[in-house]
């Protein structure tokens, strides 16, 4: 591959990850809102709405985008060094943290209050930490 193709993957890569993160970030924050609101109340219909509008539009493509183009360059780097494996399972932990949001709308979207508005404000800092180990090893790429 080209290096300059190479950029272009890593270019558009980082971005999906960038308005993954966004989401990831800001999807437990309307939780906290809608664990606060009235059930069946207006807030309670305006935090589904936004909910499943950012799961659709923003979270769910950004995720696939930044997976798929991570498979790339993680093809481009084979064999892969450790420091690249752990990133990628941080990746994983994020996708999975992905999930658990994923489900947790739906059991709001049920009537549920799945969690406290405080468990929420706790786990708001999950894909943050995880985020900046990732950028520590994708940009010092430490030798162990």
Same mark, same amino acid.
């Given at each position: 591959?080209?290096?300059?193709?190479?950029?272009?993957?890593?270019?558009?890569?980082?971005?999906?990850?960038?308005?993954?993160?966004?989401?990831?970030?800001?999807?437990?924050?309307?939780?906290?809102?809608?664990?606060?609101?009235?059930?069946? !109340?207006? @807030?309670?219909?305006?935090?589904?709405?936004? %909910?499943?509008?950012?799961? *659709? +539009?923003?979270?769910? $493509? &950004?995720?696939?985008?930044?997976?798929?183009?991570?498979?790339?360059?993680?093809?481009?780097?084979?064999?892969?060094?450790?420091?690249?494996?752990?990133?990628?399972?941080?990746?994983?932990?994020?996708?999975?943290?992905?999930?658990?949001?994923?489900?947790?709308?739906? !059991?709001? @979207?049920?009537?549920?209050?799945?969690?406290? %508005?405080?468990?929420?404000? *706790? +786990?708001?800092?999950? $894909? &943050?930490?995880?985020?900046?180990?990732?950028?520590?090893?994708?940009?010092?790429?430490?030798?162990?």
């Amino acid at each position: 591959m080209p290096d300059s193709l190479y950029l272009w993957i890593k270019a558009f890569h980082l971005i999906a990850v960038i308005f993954w993160m966004a989401a990831m970030l800001y999807l437990p924050r309307l939780f906290v809102y809608h664990s606060g609101a009235q059930p069946g !109340g207006e @807030l309670e219909a305006k935090m589904e709405e936004a %909910e499943v509008k950012l799961l *659709r +539009i923003i979270m769910n $493509p &950004a995720m696939i985008v930044a997976f798929l183009l991570g498979l790339v360059l993680l093809h481009y780097n084979m064999p892969p060094p450790l420091w690249l494996l752990i990133k990628v399972g941080l990746a994983f932990g994020l996708i999975a943290y992905h999930g658990f949001l994923a489900k947790t709308r739906k !059991g709001f @979207l049920n009537g549920g209050r799945p969690r406290s %508005e405080k468990f929420f404000r *706790r +786990i708001n800092e999950i $894909p &943050a930490l995880v985020t900046v180990a990732i950028v520590i090893l994708a940009i010092v790429k430490p030798v162990f």
